[in-house]
Each structure stands twice: as structure tokens, then as C-alpha cells.
């Protein structure tokens, strides 16, 4: 029984190194074949040349970069000036929607006794804002009470332009009246149209010639 089982050992191993020359001997012909086929189109030639143009591609890729670096900031400018620019376009839009309104007596400020002063007063209407969000339109009043418009109120005291302008826009109705100032100067009550006008002037006159 042990007798067999060496002759077999043996039989194993002998077919397993002749496997083996037989695979070594077959792997070195087709790289000696490959070899060969590859000299015989110049294999050296080629990867000199693609080396070359590797050398060539990253030269160009560094004499380009300050100039990506530089046109990828002009972009960011554009982009910067074009949302500015969209900005005053949707200001002027909402500046011209606005209606100029006047209360009280401007010629009061005349009398001696009682002179009026002028208020500007900010007033948006609450149930035209839920009807707006709602996708409806309010039975009496514009859309543009949407948005905050202004009122121009003579009046002698604050108090007395606050009263006169919920008299005019009854807080019942929706109406409230978010802010009441006294300008100091006439620049200080330009509309947002006005103050575009005056800064583009003002931008046109500083311009070189």
C-alpha cells in the first residue's frame, strides 16, 4: 500500500514540474513573440514620443492657469454686477408700482400759529398680503398694497400724523402703518426710482471724458 502511494507521489510531482516547463516554456515564447512584434514597431519610439507630448500638454497646462485663474474671476464679477443690476431693475419696477399719496393741508405749514410739518408714512395692508399668499385678489383693493407704500402726511405733531393716517387707512380694514419718519432733507423722501435716477447722474458726471 505504501509502495503505491510513493509511486503515485512520485507520478504527481513528475507531471507537475513537466506542467510547469511546459507553462514556462510556453509564457517565455509569447513574451519573446510580443517583444519582438512590439521592436518591430518602434514600442521605444513611441512611448519617447508620448512622453514628449506629456512634457508638452503640462507646459501648456501651466502657462494657461494664471489665465483660467484670472477669466474665472471676470465670471464671478459678471455674475456679481448682473445680480446687482437685476436688483435695481426689480427696485425701479417696485419704485414705479408705488403711488405718491398726500394727506392733510400742505400749505398749513403758512400759518404762523400751527405750521405743519412734514411725516412720511410706511402703510401695507395685512389682508391684501393673505389674499396675495393665497393666490386670490382682494374684493376693493390693488394688489399693490402688497407691498409697503408711502403717504406723504402734513401734520403739526407725530401723533397727530399717525391719527390722521389710520383715519385714512382704518386699521379695521386691514391697513397698518409700519413705520412714520420726519425727513431732515428733501433727499432723505426720493423714491427708489428718484435715487437711481440721481445716482446714475451722479455716476455720469463723475465718468472720464
Not at 62 to 83: G, I, N, T
Request: include cysteine; charged fraction near 25%.
Amino acid at each position: 500500500m505504501i509502495e503505491k502511494l510513493t509511486e503515485a507521489a512520485i507520478a504527481f510531482f513528475v507531471i507537475s514540474g513537466l506542467a510547469y516547463l511546459l507553462g514556462a516554456g510556453i509564457a517565455a515564447a509569447a513574451e519573446s513573440a510580443m517583444r519582438k512584434r512590439q521592436e518591430g514597431v518602434g514600442l521605444d519610439g513611441r512611448l519617447q514620443k508620448l512622453m514628449i507630448l506629456a512634457q508638452r500638454l503640462e507646459h501648456r497646462k501651466e502657462k494657461m492657469l494664471p489665465r483660467l485663474v484670472r477669466l474665472d474671476a471676470e465670471v464671478k464679477s459678471a455674475r456679481r454686477r448682473q445680480y446687482m443690476v437685476n436688483k435695481k431693475i426689480l427696485d425701479l419696477k417696485t419704485a414705479r408700482s408705488q403711488l405718491m399719496r398726500v394727506l392733510g393741508e400742505e400749505d398749513g405749514c403758512l400759518r404762523p400759529e400751527r405750521p405743519a410739518r412734514k411725516f412720511i408714512a410706511q402703510v401695507v395692508n395685512r389682508h391684501v398680503q393673505r389674499a396675495q399668499m393665497d393666490q386670490k385678489e382682494h374684493p376693493f383693493l390693488s394688489r399693490a398694497w402688497s407691498r409697503t407704500q408711502q403717504a406723504v402726511i402734513w401734520a403739526p405733531t407725530v401723533g397727530d400724523a399717525k391719527l390722521l393716517a389710520e383715519k385714512s387707512y382704518p386699521p379695521a380694514t386691514g391697513f397698518f402703518i409700519a413705520e412714520i419718519t420726519e425727513p431732515h432733507s428733501e433727499a432723505d423722501d426720493l423714491s427708489a426710482l428718484q435715487n437711481a435716477e440721481l445716482a446714475a447722474l451722479t455716476s455720469e458726471g463723475a465718468a472720464p471724458t
